[in-house]
């Protein structure tokens, strides 16, 4: 199976304003699960649900009215899960470049109509680049057990 990017491109609107006058974080937040919700359920043929979203890294703003680019591409997968690495990007209309503007790692599973887990088409990493992604998100995945043990008396 091909893994081809999902790319979303749209302009950010004033209802995504924040109080500073830029693009607030929930909006990023919703466009980051939106791309992964097609990326995930382009991949496994299902609908998938959000499991995990991790590191949501806000390198800098995006303004009102800029270009943005969402992509979304699997670099990992389980059994039943998938884990996407998304990239945020966006440009002033003037400008013919973009900029990364957030980055993180999200995590879907895919179900049936009753929510149970199904399996989902194995992704092999081909090129250098793939197999260096496969690995972070590997990485990732230990990362998140220790800090899962770390919250177990919180929970």
């Known amino acids: 199976m091909q893994n081809k990017p999902i790319t979303f491109q749209f302009i950010s609107e004033p209802s995504d304003v924040?109080?500073?006058?830029?693009?607030?974080?929930?909006?990023?937040?919703?466009?980051?699960?939106?791309?992964?919700?097609?990326?995930?359920?382009?991949?496994?043929?299902n609908y998938s649900v959000t499991v995990y979203v991790g590191g949501i890294r806000f390198y800098e703003p995006i303004k009102i009215g800029e270009v943005v680019k969402v992509d979304a591409q699997v670099i990992f997968?389980?059994?039943?899960?998938?884990?996407?690495?998304?990239?945020?990007?966006?440009?002033?209309?003037k400008q013919p470049t973009f900029d990364k503007k957030t980055h993180c790692i999200i995590v879907f599973v895919a179900v049936d109509e009753n929510?149970?887990?199904?399996?989902?088409?194995?992704?092999?990493?081909?090129?250098e680049?793939?197999?260096?992604q496969e690995q972070y998100a590997k990485r990732l995945m230990e990362l998140r057990t220790q800090i899962e043990d770390e919250m177990k008396p919180f929970l």
Request: with cysteine; hydrophobic share 30%; proline share 5%.
């Open 18 to 45: 924040n109080y500073g006058g830029n693009v607030h974080g929930g909006s990023v937040m919703k466009w980051i699960d939106q791309a992964g919700y097609a990326c995930a359920t382009t991949w496994s043929g």
């Open 129 to 132: 680049e793939e197999k260096q």
């Open 115 to 127: 929510g149970k887990k199904l399996p989902v088409p194995k992704w092999i990493p081909e090129t």
């Open 77 to 93: 997968t389980g059994s039943s899960s998938m884990h996407i690495s998304i990239n945020v990007f966006s440009r002033n209309l």
